[in-house]
C-alpha cells in the first residue's frame, strides 16, 4: 500500500517557439512545457537530443501545421516570441549581467545580455554552461531587431566578447 502523493505538479502548457537550424531553416511549433523550467535546461535535458513540437512547420514552405521531432543539436538559435517561456532559471538571476555581443557560425552577430559575476571570466562561464547558453534581451546586431531571450547551441558560437558599448570591467586573461 503506497501513502498519499504529497508532491506537487507543476502545470504544464504547449508554448510556442521559433527555431532556427542549422542549415538556417525556420522552425515554429509549440512544446509542452511547465512554467518553471527553464528553455536552457528543456533543450539540453531532452532524451537522445530528441525534441516533439506539435503544430509544427517550416514557415517559408507553406506546410500545413503538424507534429514534429526535431534534434536539438541542430538547433542554432531558440526563441518564444510570445514572452512566456522562462530562459534561465532562477540561479541566474541576482549573479550580475553583462552586455556580450556573440558571433554565430556564418558570421551573424548576436547582441545580449548573459549572467555573469563581476569579475567571471567569459571563457569560464561559456565552459560551464553545457550545450546551451541562455541570453537575455538579444538583438541583431546588423539592424537591431530585437529577439527577446533567447537559447543559443554553445557548439553555433565560434566568438563571443564584451560588449563594445557596454561599459564595464575590461577582459581577464584567457578572454
Not at 554565430?104 to 545580449?112: A, D, Q, S, Y
Request: charged residues 20%; hydrophobic residues 40%; aromatic residues 2%.
Amino acid at each position: 500500500m503506497t501513502g498519499p502523493n504529497t508532491r506537487t505538479s507543476k502545470a504544464v502548457e504547449s508554448k510556442r517557439l521559433h527555431l532556427i537550424m542549422r542549415d538556417t531553416t525556420m522552425l515554429e511549433g509549440e512544446i509542452y512545457i511547465g512554467d518553471d523550467a527553464p528553455l536552457v535546461q528543456y533543450l539540453a535535458n531532452r532524451k537522445g537530443g530528441w525534441m516533439n513540437m506539435v503544430h509544427g512547420r517550416r514557415p517559408k514552405l507553406n506546410e500545413n501545421p503538424g507534429h514534429l521531432i526535431v534534434q536539438t543539436d541542430h538547433i542554432v538559435l531558440a526563441s518564444a516570441p510570445d514572452g512566456n517561456v522562462l530562459v534561465l532559471g532562477q540561479s541566474a538571476t541576482g549573479v550580475g549581467e553583462r552586455g556580450v555581443d556573440i558571433i554565430l557560425v556564418g558570421g551573424t552577430t548576436v547582441k545580449g545580455i548573459l549572467p555573469l559575476a563581476p569579475q567571471q571570466r567569459l571563457s569560464d562561464y561559456l565552459s560551464a554552461s553545457g550545450r546551451f547558453v541562455g541570453v537575455k534581451a538579444a538583438s541583431l546586431a546588423a539592424d537591431g531587431r530585437a529577439l527577446g531571450d533567447v537559447v543559443i547551441h554553445a557548439s553555433a558560437i565560434t566568438m563571443l566578447r564584451e560588449a563594445r558599448d557596454a561599459p564595464g570591467p575590461a577582459i581577464g586573461p584567457g578572454d
